[in-house]
């Protein structure tokens, strides 16, 4: 009954790319009755997209230790907004831990963010028994979530298909070649060929199994230099990651990504050093100058990119802008920027 009484009844959306922006575009597009055709050029979900490699982590507090106030807050749509469209969020909230020479680090995340309790060896041992006598200071960030970004987009491409959506695999597209009343330019990084000033910061990241170790949540290490995350998924898989460098590259890790990646995991738990690597992972996360995501309009073209570290936490939010700006010409969403078509 809400599609058929909402404005978009009869509005055919193209999204190019089925990254998790253009998925989650498509979702909320859809949810309010649009006809929706994604378009990606990969042969499936995730094969060439920057979104395989993220963490998964819907941690908008932890964020503002380095973000403008707009992650904290948008952020904090996220984690219902997958459970609806998604399912598979854990609420099990973020641990932020620092070896002890480097304890200092943890009062300036302390001060540069919100909504987390101080918390010692006693409380860190309740919540991670495998970490006990490991650390004797932490900040719990309990309100947090976190999901594994490769079932989520999945899951998200699977329901859309089934509520009557369309995906179209194996061929890149173009704006100008697609007819329909909208077009949701979605392709990350690839737009720099439309998007100037979109640049790339690369990630890299690994997957270690082991057997010996559990988490619970995802555990930040801080270090002065390279501060790391490992979150944990099923199967004894732990993500460990990302190194935040200033290139587009998209190939390789590099020798001493590889050392501090291992080093972190190896610092939380010496049981990590037995850990199998399962895989290594490497790509470049779309960032605009002020690393926010933006909805740039250009006639009947929408591109929504430039979301950074933040495409899983943000995205959702973007996509609720980007369906707002696709149904009303008129309509500021506050990411929206107008340009000549
Ligand atoms: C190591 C690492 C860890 C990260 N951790 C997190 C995290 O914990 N939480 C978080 O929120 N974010 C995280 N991120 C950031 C997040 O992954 C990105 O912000 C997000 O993936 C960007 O999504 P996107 O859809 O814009 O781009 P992509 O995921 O790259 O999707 C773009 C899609 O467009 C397709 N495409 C391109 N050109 C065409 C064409 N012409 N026709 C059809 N299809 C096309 C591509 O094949 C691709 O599938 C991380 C990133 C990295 C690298």
Not at 27 to 49: K, M, N, T, W, Y
Request: glycine share 10%; with cysteine.
């Amino acid at each position: 009954m809400a599609a058929a009484s909402t404005p978009y009844e009869k509005m055919n959306v193209a999204v190019i790319g089925a990254g998790v922006v253009g998925l989650t575009c498509a979702a909320e597009l859809l949810g309010r009755g649009a006809h929706v055709v994604v378009h990606e050029r990969g042969p499936g979900i995730g094969a060439q997209s920057c979104s395989w490699y993220a963490g998964g982590m819907l941690a908008p507090w932890c964020e503002g230790e380095s973000a403008e106030e707009p992650v904290v807050r948008l952020g904090q749509e996220a984690a219902c907004w997958w459970e609806r469209h998604a399912g598979g969020v854990v609420r099990q909230g973020t641990l932020v831990l620092a070896p002890s020479r480097d304890r200092v680090e943890l009062g300036s995340f302390g001060r540069r963010t919100s909504h987390f309790d101080e918390i010692d060896r006693e409380a860190i041992t309740a919540l991670e028994p495998d970490l006990a006598g490991r650390f004797s200071r932490g900040l719990f960030f309990r309100e947090e979530a976190h999901l594994d970004p490769r079932k989520a987009i999945a899951a998200l491409a699977e329901r859309l298909v089934a509520k009557g959506g369309v995906i179209h695999f194996g061929s890149g597209v173009e704006a100008a070649d697609l007819d329909a009343d909208i077009v949701l330019d979605c392709r990350g990084l690839v737009a720099r060929d439309v998007l100037p000033d979109l640049r790339g910061v690369k990630g890299e990241m690994l997957l270690l199994r082991s057997h010996e170790i559990g988490l619970s949540r995802p555990i930040r290490l801080l270090h002065p230099r390279i501060p790391l995350y490992i979150v944990p998924r099923d199967d004894g898989l732990f993500m460990v990651g990302a190194t935040m460098i200033e290139s587009g590259d998209r190939r390789r890790i590099s020798a001493r990504s590889m050392l501090e990646l291992l080093g972190a995991a190896y610092a939380l738990h010496p049981a990590f050093g037995e850990a199998e690597i399962i895989e290594i992972g490497t790509d470049a996360r779309p960032a605009f100058p002020d690393n926010l995501p933006r909805l740039i309009r250009r006639g009947r073209v929408i591109h929504v990119n430039g979301l950074y570290r933040h495409g899983f936490l943000l995205s959702p939010a973007m996509a609720r802008m980007a369906a707002d700006a696709a149904l009303n010409p008129q309509a500021r969403p506050e990411m929206l920027h107008d340009l000549a078509a």
